[in-house]
Structures are given as structure tokens and as C-alpha cells.
Antibody
Framework: EVQLVESGGVVVQPGGSLRLSCAAS????????MHWVRQAPGKGLEWVSL????????YYADSVKGRFTISRDNSKNSLYLQMNSLRAEDTALYYC??????????????WGQGTLVTVSS | EIVMTQSPATLSVSPGERATLSCRAS??????LAWYQQKPGQAPRLLIY???TRATGIPARFSGSGSGTEFTLTISSLQSEDFAVYYC???????????FGGGTKVEIK
């Protein structure tokens, strides 16, 4: 059974930093690209970032480019999102999601339950 | 950026009735479109990819159609567990950006 378990979400002040983690199990982690997708409270879904199977390619939404960094450790079956210069508009539930392809086909067949990031003073 | 527009925002349907949800792209996305279902307090679940292919384990009452800029998700006979929010998502403009529609809430009439 595929499982994605996110962690690391907390309340952080504007301008602060945070690192989210996603622990994957139930599939061959290094065969697939992985994404972060977020959902502000009561709002829709917004794609945040993608990393290819080997970490060689990364992509970001314009809204987070230059502030967020996606990474992965295939030896630990883990995905990460380093979030810097956080803003109030980054407040959201952050989901880890599995792509269907190694390089990133662009849609998600499994999602975690999310971790909540709140940016507030 | 390709903008995805879903309509209606809310759809009131009685159990057993048919539900038809629409999704429009601001430019052609070919058949590179997925649909997701999200229930309160849960993560989204993949229903349809490639505009019309059901994901593993998805009941046959869910069907997708369309190409280019106009897409439809049809639920042929609504069951109690189908009341949820549905999102469309394009993956044609890739790897530049992936975008979602604003969602359609299917509620009990």
C-alpha cells in the first residue's frame, strides 16, 4: 500500500523558514518524480514544486520560485521542501504527491494527508 | 499560465441522479487533463487522467470526456459517497506549470 506521510508544519512568523518532510513507503520511491501541492484554508489546490526521480530536475510555481527548494533523499525514501522568506499567503495545507512517471508526467496518483503551515505574527 | 475554469461552483443533485461537471481551459491542453475528488478533511483522490481514462479502482459511474479546451466529468448515478468537491487539472503546459480549476462542490439536493 502506498503511503505518503508529511511532517514539519508549524506556526512560523513572516520572513521565517521551515522545512517540510514527506516519508514514502509502499512503492519504489526512486522510480518516480514527486511533487508538493498546497491548499490554503477553504480554497482550491495549487501546485508548488516537482522533483524528478534522481533530483536532477526541479520546477517551481512562480509564487514560490527563489524562496522554496525541493529536494529528496532516495536512500531514506524521503521528500523535502525548504521554505524561506515565508509570507502570510504561504499559509496552507501542504501535500506531498506522487507522479506517475520518473521525470514528471504532471498528474498525481497518490497524495499524503498534508501538513499545515501557518505564517502569522 | 493556462487558466482552468470550472462550472458550476456548486451543483445540487439528488442521490441516484446524474451529475455533469464542466471544466474549460484558457488554451488547448489536448487531452492532458485529470480530475480529482476531495472529501472534507481528506486528500484529493485521482479519478480520471488523459481526459477520459479512469484511475485504478474508480467505479464505472465516473466518466470523463472532452479535449482541447472543453472537458466534462459525468457521474451517472450519484451515490452518497460521491458528494464532494471535484477539481480538474491540466498538465499540458509542462514543465512550465500545472494548474487546477477552482473546483465544483457536489452537494445533496
Amino acid at each position: 500500500e502506498v503511503q505518503l506521510v508529511e511532517s514539519g508544519g508549524v506556526v512560523v512568523q513572516p520572513g521565517g523558514s521551515l522545512r517540510l518532510s514527506c516519508a514514502a513507503s509502499g512503492f519504489t520511491f526512486d522510480d518516480y518524480a514527486m511533487h508538493w501541492v498546497r491548499q490554503a484554508p477553504g480554497k482550491g489546490l495549487e501546485w508548488v514544486s516537482l522533483i524528478s526521480w534522481d533530483g536532477g530536475s526541479t520546477y517551481y510555481a512562480d509564487s514560490v520560485k527563489g524562496r522554496f527548494t525541493i529536494s529528496r533523499d532516495n536512500s531514506k525514501n524521503s521528500l523535502y521542501l525548504q521554505m524561506n522568506s515565508l509570507r502570510a499567503e504561504d499559509t496552507a495545507l501542504y501535500y506531498c504527491a506522487k507522479d506517475v512517471d520518473s521525470s514528471g508526467y504532471g498528474y498525481f496518483d497518490y497524495w499524503g494527508q498534508g501538513t499545515l503551515v501557518t505564517v502569522s505574527s | 499560465e493556462i487558466v482552468m475554469t470550472q462550472s458550476p461552483a456548486t451543483l445540487s443533485v439528488s442521490p441516484g441522479e446524474r451529475a455533469t461537471l464542466s471544466c474549460r481551459a484558457s488554451q488547448s491542453v489536448s487531452s492532458n487533463l485529470a480530475w480529482y475528488q476531495q472529501k472534507p478533511g481528506q486528500a484529493p483522490r485521482l479519478l480520471i487522467y488523459g481526459a477520459s481514462t479512469r484511475a485504478t479502482g474508480i467505479p464505472a459511474r465516473f466518466s470523463g470526456s472532452g479535449s482541447g479546451t472543453e472537458f466534462t466529468l459525468t457521474i451517472s448515478s450519484l451515490q452518497s459517497e460521491d458528494f464532494a468537491v471535484y477539481y480538474c487539472q491540466q498538465y499540458n503546459n509542462w514543465p512550465l506549470a500545472l494548474t487546477f480549476g477552482g473546483g465544483t462542490k457536489v452537494e445533496i439536493k
